[in-house]
T-cell receptor, first 112, second 110 residues
Framework: GAGVSQSPRYKVAKRGQDVALRCDPI?????LFWYQQALGQGPEFLTY????????KSGLPSDRFFAERPEGSVSTLKIQRTQQEDSAVYLCASTPSYDEQFFGPGTRLTVL | EDQVTQSPEALRLQEGESSSLNCSYTVSGLRGLFWYRQDPGKGPEFLFT???AGEEKEKERLKATLTKKESFLHITAPKPEDSATYLCAVEGNSGSRLTFGEGTQLTVNP
């Protein structure tokens, strides 16, 4: 079956612009995670949903970052007033329960 | 706070030259230790989950082992297609999030 998909794959934004990154998890997967991966680093946790409930958002770096999953499937990560330090790859992962997380290809965000 | 340290940062091997990657961790109540492979421009690809000390899992040329403080990813007779970054991550009892190490970049030369 289809894996986790993310769009867009690449996004270039001018400093101060708002961006929205989309994640389509594997069908039926209850849990969905967002991670941020800087160049040469491992992914860092941002936020976690179980169905439509956001159970943990402690990794979001500032109040400019907002995530939602209104119907318990597709999720959107929104970054307002982007800054250069927001440049990174944003990874989405889903899992059916508490097993391994399956990752999408990521969205590479570049803020100029 | 959960922590993961991977070593070495980078490793170059000749084809057929076996070696091991290390993952040291501290976690409050280990629920699982995960190994992922990541190719350039792609998301991490799941390899193994280990749940308790003494556990071992194998897949083709890879074998993962786990102790109470560290995990090893053994690569036997590697091939150039094994070149990738290998990531280790832990899930503790503080939540479902994964805490990743910075990865080991493996290059296997033909």
């Amino acid at each position: 079956g289809a894996g986790v998909s993310q769009s867009p794959r690449y996004k270039v934004a001018k400093r101060g612009q708002d961006v929205a990154l989309r994640c389509d998890p594997i069908s039926g997967h209850v849990s969905l995670f967002w991670y941020q991966q800087a160049l040469g680093q491992g992914p860092e946790f941002l936020t976690y949903f179980q169905n439509e409930a956001q159970l943990d958002k402690s990794g979001l770096p500032s109040d400019r970052f907002f995530a939602e999953r209104p119907e318990g499937s597709v999720s959107t990560l929104k970054i307002q007033r982007t800054q250069q330090e927001d440049s990174a790859v944003y990874l989405c992962a889903s899992t059916p329960s508490y097993d391994e997380q399956f990752f999408g290809p990521g969205t590479r965000l570049t803020v100029l | 706070e959960d922590q993961v340290t991977q070593s070495p940062e980078a490793l170059r091997l000749q084809e057929g030259e076996s070696s091991s990657l290390n993952c040291s961790y501290t976690v409050s109540g280990l629920r699982g230790l995960f190994w992922y492979r990541q190719d350039p421009g792609k998301g991490p690809e799941f390899l193994f989950t280990l749940y308790s000390a003494g556990e071992e899992k194998e897949k083709e040329r890879l074998k993962a082992t786990l102790t109470k403080k560290e995990s090893f990813l053994h690569i036997t007779a590697p091939k150039p297609e094994d070149s990738a970054t290998y990531l280790c991550a832990v899930e503790g009892n503080s939540g479902s999030r994964l805490t990743f190490g910075e990865g080991t970049q493996l290059t296997v030369n033909p």
